[in-house]
Structures are given as C-alpha cells and as structure tokens.
C-alpha cells in the first residue's frame, strides 16, 4: 500500500508539473496580449510618425531653396534614387545632376513665394480625401501608406495657390527625398 501511495503522489507531482508547464508556456506566448500596454513603445532609433513630418518639412524647405537658386549640389544631397522628377523615375545620381543643371537655368527666384506647407502620410492624405489611387508618383517608386508626403503652396506672379507635393521614404530612423509632383 505504501507503494501504491508513492506512486499517486508521483502521478500526481508529474502532471502539476505538466499543468504548470503548459501555462507557464501559454503565458509566455502569449505575453504581449495579456500584458500589453496602451501606448506603443518606440523602439530604440526608430523615427516616431511627428518628427518624420517635421523632417520632411525641413528637407522640404532646404530642397525648395535649393531649387529656386539653383544650388545642385545641395538639391544632390537630398535627392535619393531612385528618385521621381519630371513625370519619370530617374535611376542615377549622374542623369539627376544634368536633369537638375538644366532645369536651374529656367528658374526666376524672384517670383516663387511660398504660402503653406503641411505633411503628414500617405494614408493621413487618403483620410482627408485627396485621391492618390492613380498617382505615377506612388506607384513608380513604389512608396506604401506609411511613407510621408509634404504639401507645399506657392505663388508667382502669375499663378496662386500652387500645390507641390513631396514625397518621402520613411525609414527606421529617418526620411529619404523620393521626389516630388507639382
């Protein structure tokens, strides 16, 4: 009989263990779901949504400046191929500097004013209802949802209220110039 006891008490350690052991790994499985929190945690060296904007706004004015006074070799600095310029995908930095050279020659500072600028992503655009099912931008380099594009409004003396619209890669823990659509 003492045997018997022995044994039951064994059985009886062997599947507490095992009962133990499958919570202990449902637990583990599941952790991020019991245990999760309100607010995402930023992982380090990843660019949070507001500061992609806010450099893509910088980027966006430094790239303007650049442009309207001709400055190419800035204007190369923050262009990244592939790159979105003219209605086409430039693929090379030496056919962006001539497209660039060439375009600096037909341009007046004097008359480009700009009005506003705003940014947000892709898919904050899509929400507030601007249409960009069909934009060659977007899918010609291939830019998804999360990227960022910069609104720009300029005037000359001709036109008011001009849009240009730059579009941004974001990155882990920065954003790339992709080009832009005016």
Do not use: H
Request: charged share 25%; hydrophobic share 40%.
């Amino acid at each position: 009989m003492a045997a018997d006891k022995k044994t039951s008490r064994l059985q009886i350690t062997i599947a507490i263990i095992g009962v133990v052991g499958v919570i202990g790994a449902a637990l583990i499985t599941n952790w991020d779901k019991i245990f999760s929190q309100q607010d995402e945690v930023i992982p380090a060296n990843q660019i949070t949504v507001e500061e992609a904007c806010r450099e893509a706004e910088q980027i966006t004015a430094r790239y303007f400046d650049a442009f309207i006074s001709g400055d190419i070799d800035v204007l190369m600095e923050l262009s990244k191929i592939p790159f979105y310029y003219d209605n086409e995908v430039i693929l090379s930095m030496s056919d962006l500097r001539v497209r660039y050279q060439n375009t600096s020659q037909e341009i007046d500072e004097n008359q480009i004013t700009i009005d506003g600028i705003m940014s947000g992503t892709i898919a904050d655009y899509k929400q507030k209802g601007f249409d960009l099912g069909g934009d060659r931008l977007l899918s010609s380099i291939k830019l998804t949802d999360k990227d960022i594009i910069v609104a720009l409004t300029v005037s000359t003396e001709s036109l008011s209220g001009e849009g240009i619209g730059f579009y941004f890669r974001l990155l882990k823990d920065k954003v790339e110039l992709a080009g832009f659509w005016d």
